[in-house]
Every structure is written in structure tokens, then in C-alpha cells.
């Protein structure tokens, strides 16, 4: 068994997810990366107990099918996936937005920079966080 | 009254500014980083003055509320490094917000308006500069450095350096023995 992160991105739209997956591997690059390109795509995935889950879930939140605010209620609506710590990540700058995620249960609510190089700054924040609370635990 | 400047960012910021507060003869009860508590009101005058006198060091006498805020994002950000470097802190986005009494959200979104970059990458620049003083001015190893600043590894130390500057801390260490290479921005 490796010891390697394993993360779960969830995203509609496949440059994203490259740049996402390429600010993650910027900060580690034995970490593992998953994709899935809505809600639904990651619940299927995350409910098959074939792999072992993710650590860190980053969930984007505009995406069709089952946006990430509902598949964030799903996740903790389970009780295998609850504990799972959740990123939310979008455009939007909304405050309440913010507050009522976080009271859903996200761990942290990310705002997407505009300029797509940007996206190393955050991920590599909150994965240095995750990674150094884990590490003293 | 409290006043607050923009670009303090260490001791010899503090000794600027004392130095323009004496030369003007405007009494203070404390400096602090981004912020003075002064005996009195300013008269109009004497804040144009002191205005021009900050200017001189390159600091800014500030007025407005979201520029005052994103100042004191930085003085929290700094603070977490020079001064609770070592102890296990919140989750740096909680610490900011339960320091300054405003969702990170809002905080961020201030610091991206007033500075037109982002606070995290504000967090890693400043992260990385405090490295390159750990190597140079304290010698420490890198190992050291990494344990003193929180860092989750040492690979992760220089991994995010090499990104940051462009070279790995090696490579930095090299450069700096160069006595051409300039690196400080506070000096």
C-alpha cells in the first residue's frame, strides 16, 4: 500500500482540471490525481468501494448535471464520505456563498484567480496545511 | 488616534518611523507594524507632513478603509512567521479571519482589490523571502528552515522555493555568494 495523496478533482471543464492538476504536481508530484467532470461522475466514483477514497476533494461549483453545492450535500449526507475534506472552489466572490458552504461542511472555499497560473498560489496553501496537520498529528 | 502606514514590514520600518514621528515633534504612545497609536489628533498640516516624511522611506501614510484592511492582512501574515514561526496555528484562512473579525472570503477579496494579487500568493512570496533570510543571514539549513517555518517537508521547502524564484535553495545559496546578486526588497 502506497502512502501517497490521493485527490479527487471534480470539474466540468478540462483545462481547469489540467491547470489544477498541474499546480498539485507543482507542489507534489507523487500526489494522485483523480478527475471527474460533474457531481454525479465523482459520486459514482467516490460510492465504489473498489479504490481506496481520496484525502482532499476539490469540488468545483458551476458544473452541470449535479452541481458542487449538491454533490457537497451528498458527500455529507454519507456516512463513508463525510469525513473527507472538501475544497470549494469557484469564480464567484460571494461572501453568503461562502459562509453557507462552509456551514455545509467544505473545509474552505477557494475563489478561482482569473489568470489560470494563478491557481498554484491556493492549492499550494491549503495542500501545505493539510499536509503539515497531517504530518503532526 | 490610530494612524496606519502602509510598507512597514520590519524593525528598521519602525525606526523610520519614529524618526519622522520625533523630527516632527508628534507624540506617539506606541508603533507597531502597519500602525501607530498617536497622543493626539493630527491637524491637517502635520499629516501632510508626516505624509511626506513616511514618503521618504518609501512608506505610505494610509486613509483608505480597505487599504488599511489589506495592510493589516500583511502585518498578520508577517506575524505569523517572524513571530509564532514554530507554534501550530488554525488553518492559516481561520487565523486571518478570527485575527481581523471578517470572513476570509471578504478579506481576500479586499486584498486581490487593493493589491491586484492574491493573499495566498502575498502568504508564499513573503514564506520564501523569509526563507532566503534564514539561509543567508542565519545560515540555518534547510532541514532547519523547513521545521522553523511549518513547512510539510523539505522537498516541499524547495520545491515551492524553485518555483517561487526560479532556483533551488542550493542554487540560491551559490548566487548570493556572488556579491553582485541583490535579492532584499527591505533594506
Known sequence: MDNNLRLLIVDDDPDDREFFIEA?????????????????????????????LPDLIFLDISMPLLNGRNCLA???????????????YTTSKDIDESRELKKMGALHFMTKPRDAEEIYYPVAVVLEEYLFSARNK | MIIYIKNMVCVRCKMAVQTVLEGLQIPYLGIELGKVKLAEALLPDKQQKLAEGLQHYQLELMDNKKKILTEQIKVVII???????NEILLKFS????????????????????TEGTTIERFYISYRIE??????????????????RLNFSSVSHLSQQFKKVTGHTPAMFRKLCASEDYVWRTCE
Not at chain 1, 27 to 44: F, H, P
Not at chain 1, 74 to 88: A, F, N
Not at chain 2, 79 to 85: G, K, L, P, T
Open chain 1, 74 to 88: 451528498e458527500i455529507k449526507k454519507d456516512q463513508r464520505l463525510l469525513t473527507i475534506p472538501v475544497i470549494i
Open chain 1, 24 to 52: 498539485i504536481k507543482d507542489v507534489d508530484e507523487t500526489i494522485e490525481c483523480i478527475t471527474a467532470s460533474n457531481g454525479i461522475q465523482a459520486l459514482e466514483w467516490l460510492r465504489d468501494t473498489g479504490h481506496p
Open chain 2, 79 to 85: 506575524e505569523i512567521f517572524e513571530v509564532r514561526a
Open chain 2, 130 to 147: 523569509r526563507v532566503k533570510e534564514l539561509m543567508v543571514y542565519e545560515a540555518l539549513s534547510i532541514k532547519e528552515i523547513s521545521y
Open chain 2, 94 to 113: 481561520d487565523f486571518l479571519s478570527q485575527r481581523l473579525q471578517y470572513d476570509y472570503t471578504y478579506l481576500a477579496n479586499t486584498f486581490s482589490e
